[in-house]
């Protein structure tokens, strides 16, 4: 698809169709993931996908609050988190990571954010819509996951076929947002 209809095209979804989310999909997505850009290229993106099947339905229950669980039915959930004290640090001569500046593990939630959004666009490129939710409970996905203590857990993202055309919210003048220097 061309670029820039792609980005217009992708939207948050929020009914999926009961149809199958093909593993292969996900994971070529995942690979153009990695092509975003990170400090130092450290990558310390880190996917943990939850496919279709028995613990899923319960899982997307427990994982989510509000009206998420049924905005992501049908839809498989990629959890997206990074490994703190890495990004946005330097390696001193003792081998101990510190942080380069004020923004500290920030840059970790940064550099997250570009591969997430790498990822829902080659989603998106690949027939697939997606929802990031950032209301998800924490501390059971980390429990149930088993996700190490040394990661932040981000986002929830949920991925499957569109079963209806989601609504393009407005976007603010560029005026409200933006200001050019000379
Ligand atoms: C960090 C982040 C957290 C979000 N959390 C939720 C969420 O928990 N539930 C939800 O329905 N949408 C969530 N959204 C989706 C936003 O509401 C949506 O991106 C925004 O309204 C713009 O719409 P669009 O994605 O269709 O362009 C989240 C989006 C982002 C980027």
Redesign the pocket.
Known sequence: MEFTELIVKR??C?KYADKPVDHAVILEALKQAQMAPSWRNHQCARCYVVEAGDFLDGFRQRALPG??PK?AENAVLIITTYVRGKEGFWENEAGQFEPANELGDKWGAYDLGLHDAYLILALENAGLSS?????RHSDVIRRELEIPEEEDIV?VIAVGHRDAE?V??PRKPLEETVRFIK
């Open positions: 939207r948050s929020r009206g998420n905005n929802l990031i939710m950032g209301l986002s989601p393009l919210g």
